[in-house]
RNA sequence: GGAUGGGUGGCCGAGUGGUUUAAGGCAGCGGUCUUGAAAACCGCCGUGCGUGUAAGCGUACCGUGAGUUCGAAUCUCACCUCAUCCGCCA
């Protein structure tokens, strides 16, 4: 969400940045509102005023036994000229609420500009795609040769999009999701958490998913939504408090199942479990003092990728384009690992520093350490990382001639010491 | 699912129609005292919006939304939510 008094202090720069977002400028629009709106407000006020001074009046008079009768007579009219001031003031209030939540946040000056994510930028790389000697397998078909990923019984189950993994495959999935929130709650400070996989439509406002992406979302009969990410309850964890600056940082953790309609995305990735309704990600949540966040925001990043290190995978990481970052953020590191069977890069992870922007849709405050002052906290999420998508890179990268998959040492030990996963 | 009782500032908590300008306490900030700290004492101390160069002034907010009234934290209705008990249940 942004700040009416940051358009208000400097229009150009809120439509330069509407453009590099590919919308047209309205901050005439939206200031033409908002002094309607401040007129409407202050007359109200004024009328406001005298009915209070009106009422202590009366008050006043009855006690003493004096007719007040004049003094209401006022008080009743004026009662009247204020529902319409008050209705317009809360209209136009209305009116500029919706345009704003509408509106993506403000790039970071770094962000280069293009239409999608062919303009995204390669800022690092670690290890390279290496010859593995024979024809690399998709993870898909190693999956099913292993007779270990099920998609016709996921499809009798619950139809497209879903995946039923068995035994070691199985284990491997459990052991990538119990390695990485180990690393980030005993390495990197996370605290482990919790949260409900349902959320209500407040929630889901404050991190910025409604109201626009509603299609995104899987809706309950009961008009809840089931999380697309554990980013939006850990990030309001501390939606509408007013946290002490010492609390600052604050780093959360989760590993949660992820629910995504994929609204919009028939036919990409439709083979193998690339792109599911359901996979499960550990989430990196900070919460930071506004100075932080570019710091924390590479800190983060970090985080993913020693993760993807630790697991031998090739990788780069990405800066998305003007096109390519998410309405929420401001600026948005992928990290891309390499497939060989796919003979690709693919996003793992997704790291984005939305600076105040979901602070302010959620009001989520800290008061500075002097007690002074009250702002905005900044907000950070990233994935530490997809385990769905580990899962296929630990395939694809660790594949054998055999068909059997070599278990990085890393993950060994939660795997009951396993050190290959072959066809029974 | 049924019954009952709650929701007041960062936290606790008083307040059942009109000097409430929301008491009091805790926490926090500043100061006095002290070699320093603690204690004690003194002062400050909710959030948003409007207005103003500023000091300030005004206004709204007591779970949310409507309503009654000249006037609502207080009365009415709906909803949300929490607690406890009963039922069901992993």
């Known amino acids: 969400m942004h ?10 720069a809120f439509d330069a940045a509407l453009v590099r977002r590919g919308l047209p400028s309205i901050s005439a629009d939206i200031l033409t509102r908002d002094g309607e709106r401040r007129t409407a407000q202050t007359a109200l006020q004024e009328k406001q005023a005298r009915r209070n001074a009106l009422a202590k009046e009366i008050g006043q008079g009855k ?16 009662r009247g000229e204020m529902e319409g001031l008050e209705k317009r003031a809360a209209d136009l209030d209305a009116a500029i609420k919706a345009i704003l939540e509408a509106l993506p946040n403000t790039l970071d000056p770094e962000v280069p500009d293009g239409p999608d994510e062919t303009a995204n930028v390669e800022l690092s790389r670690q290890g390279e795609p290496r010859d593995l000697g024979f024809e690399p397998k998709q993870h898909f078909e190693l999956g099913e040769a292993l007779g270990m990923m099920d998609f016709a019984t996921a499809s009798k189950l619950a139809g497209a999009r879903f995946t039923v993994l068995r035994g070691p495959l199985a ?14 709650t005993e390495r990197h400070g996370y605290a482990e958490t ?24 899987f809706k309950t009969t009961d008009g809840r939504y089931l999380i697309p990410t554990a980013e939006i309850p850990l990030t309001n964890t501390v939606a509408g408090d007013i946290l002490n600056e010492k609390q600052l940082p604050i780093r959360l953790t989760a590993l949660t199942d992820c629910y995504r309609s994929e609204a919009g995305s028939a036919g990409r990735d439709t083979r193998g479990m690339l792109r599911q309704h359901q996979f499960r990600k550990v989430e990196l949540v900070s919460i930071v003092h506004p100075d932080q966040s570019v710091d924390e925001h590479e800190r983060m990043t970090r985080c993913a990728e020693t993760v993807l290190g630790m697991l031998g995978l090739p990788f780069r990481r990405m800066l998305l384009s003007s096109g390519d970052t ?16 796919q003979q690709m890069w693919r996003e793992i992870s997704s790291c984005s520093n939305t600076r105040d922007f ?5 009001n989520a405050r800290f008061r500075s350490a002097d007690g ?3 702002a905005h906290v900044h907000t950070l999420n990233g994935s530490g990382v997809a385990v769905g998508r580990a899962l296929i890179a630990v395939m694809e990268n660790h594949q054998q001639a055999d068909g059997s998959i070599l278990i990085p040492d890393v993950l060994r030990p939660y795997m009951g010491g396993l050190e290959r996963i072959a066809a029974a």
């Open 3 to 12: 700040d009416i008094r940051a358009i208000r202090a400097d229009a150009a």
């Open 63 to 78: 006690r003493k036994g004096e007719d007040t009768a004049s003094l209401e007579a006022e008080a009743t009219a004026l």
């Open 171 to 184: 284990r491997l999935e459990r052991a990538l999701g119990q390695f990485m929130l180990d690393l980030h």
């Open 194 to 217: 919790i949260v409900p996989s349902l959320i209500n439509a407040a929630t889901a406002y404050g991190t910025g998913n409604l109201p626009k992406f509603e299609e995104d979302l």
């Open 326 to 341: 998410g309405f929420s953020a401001a600026r948005t590191h992928d990290l891309e690992v390499w497939l060989p069977g």
């Open 358 to 362: 979901q602070a302010r849709r959620m």
């Open 372 to 374: 002074k002052t009250v």
